[in-house]
């Protein structure tokens, strides 16, 4: 009522009217008002009704609720995901978006991925193995059997697998040679070597046995015009090159008293030589002594107590960065 009587009020104290007049506009006032307060009964009517259709959207979330049951329904197929539709699930498969890469794939050594999901990329060791210096990192022999010390100063870099051995032509590692094929014995020295330089003199790869001794020991190395050789320290086989700043591959099997060499798994010579390596000797890598010594890396040292087939070297040369798993 205050509302609809101020403008009223206002109204009077400008103009005086006689209260005839006041009586007839306060009637008009209340039988307005009351028509209004009706009109807004009549509003509120139409508001329930909008609260009626209100109700008819919660019909709708009774329509979502379907949608749930649909959804429950694809759960309900118990299907794994196996995106590569390759027959291993999501939660079985290395790599679901590869089809060619499952539980029990055959493993491709040197692509580096673990086709078969084993965890693993590296090249299973051929049998036989006997003594393992990876270089990553220490001398360690990962046989645990003859760990090698550094001469000079050591150091490591990158390598064909991991870190290598980096000798700067001072330094080398030397260790015991306990259960290392002795006498004339079948065995295989496998390693990848990246010269830096030519030696004046000779380049120590790798070896083991008595360097004093004529016909003990059992090295592998290059001479100063850039050409690797082997000796048992009598005589010698000598032939091709090995390239500076590069991975080479070098393999020396010794077995029915011929000795082969391999390189990048290729043979690159063959001869008969007298092996008497002694028991009692040491493991060389990079260094014999002063005059023959390595600047360059070498990497991935492998010894074994018999000779390598072809196909075993040819392996090892092509899982390349994948390298060897250590027995």
């Known amino acids: 009522m205050t509302t609809h009587l101020l403008p009223f009020l206002l109204l009077a104290a400008c103009t005086p009217e006689s209260p005839k007049d006041t009586s007839s506009l306060e009637d008009t006032g209340t039988g307005d008002t009351g028509d209004s ?6 509003t509120s009517v139409d508001t329930s009704d909008t609260g009626t259709d209100t109700a008819d959207t919660a019909d709708t979330g009774t329509d979502t609720s379907d949608t749930g049951s649909d959804t429950a329904d694809t759960g309900d197929t118990g299907q794994p995901v196996d995106a590569d539709l ?11 978006d ?3 890469v499952h539980p029990g794939a055959t493993e491709v050594y040197g692509d580096g991925i673990d086709n078969d999901c084993d965890g693993a990329t590296c090249l299973p060791a051929p049998s036989g193995m006997v003594g393992f210096w990876r270089g990553d990192g220490d001398a360690t022999d990962s046989l645990g059997v ?7 100063t050591s150091a490591y870099a990158a390598g ?18 306990v259960g290392l ?4 014995d079948d065995r295989t020295l496998e390693l990848w070597v990246n010269p830096d330089a030519l030696p004046s003199n000779e380049g120590i790869f790798a070896g083991y046995g008595d360097f004093a001794t004529y016909e003990g020991s059992f090295v592998v190395g290059m001479v100063s015009w850039g050409g690797w050789f082997f000796s048992q320290w009598g005589s010698s086989l000598a032939a091709g090159t090995v390239p500076l700043s590069a991975w080479t591959h070098v393999a020396v099997t010794h077995t029915a008293g011929v000795t082969y060499v391999y390189i ?5 010579g063959a001869t008969e030589l007298a092996v008497s390596t002694v028991t009692d000797g040491s493991m060389v890598i990079g260094r014999i002594d002063d005059s023959r010594i390595l600047d360059g890396k070498i990497d991935e040292v492998g010894v074994y107590d018999r000779a390598l087939t072809t196909d075993e070297v040819l392996a090892i040369v092509g899982a390349g960065a994948d390298g060897k798993c250590a027995p």
């Not at 990048?264 to 690159?268: E, F, Q």
């Open 37 to 42: 307060a009706a009109d807004t009964s009549d």
């Open 86 to 96: 390759d027959g291993y699930p999501a939660n079985d498969d290395c790599d679901d």
């Open 98 to 100: 590869d089809a060619t």
């Open 146 to 152: 003859n760990d090698g010390a550094w001469t000079g």
């Open 160 to 177: 064909m697998v991991g870190d290598a051995f980096d000798f700067d032509g001072l330094s080398g590692v030397s260790g015991a040679a």
């Open 181 to 184: 094929p002795a006498g004339g």
């Open 264 to 268: 990048n798994g290729t043979v690159a």
